[in-house]
């Protein structure tokens, strides 16, 4: 049974940093690509950042890029999202995700796998 673990989440000023980590059980994370996801109250989940099977090729959002990172380390099966320069507009739940495919994808429907979600609050 696969399980994907996010942890990392809490409550930081804006302007501050957070770091995400998800930990993948049941299944080896080199197999996929995998993503962050996130959820604010009263909207539709929307794609933060993926990261392909190998780790060379990722894609963000306009709405995080030059402020969010996103890698992995295989041997460890876990996947990071690095958060800096927060704004209360990222506050939200964020989820983890992957897929069976090599490559990143920026679409929900592309993957397979979810995580149960960690929340991220900024306050101004």
């Known amino acids: 049974q696969v399980q994907l673990v996010e942890s990392g989440g809490g409550l930081v000023q804006a302007g501050g940093s957070l770091r995400l980590s998800c930990v993948v059980s049941g299944r080896t994370i080199s197999n996929g690509a995998m993503g962050w996801f996130r959820q604010a109250p009263g909207k539709e989940r929307e794609f933060v950042a993926a990261?392909?099977?190998?780790?060379?090729?990722?894609s963000s959002a306009d709405s995080v890029k030059g402020r969010f990172t996103i890698s992995r380390d295989n041997a460890k099966n876990t996947m990071y999202l690095q958060m800096n320069s927060l704004k209360p507009e990222d506050t939200a739940v964020y989820y983890c995700?992957?897929?069976?495919?090599?490559?990143?994808?920026?679409?929900?429907?592309?993957?397979?796998?979810w995580g149960q979600g960690t929340q991220v609050t900024v306050s101004s």
């Open positions: 995700a992957a897929r069976d495919a090599l490559s990143a994808a920026t679409t929900r429907t592309g993957y397979q796998y």
């Open positions: 990261i392909s099977a190998s780790g060379r090729s990722t």
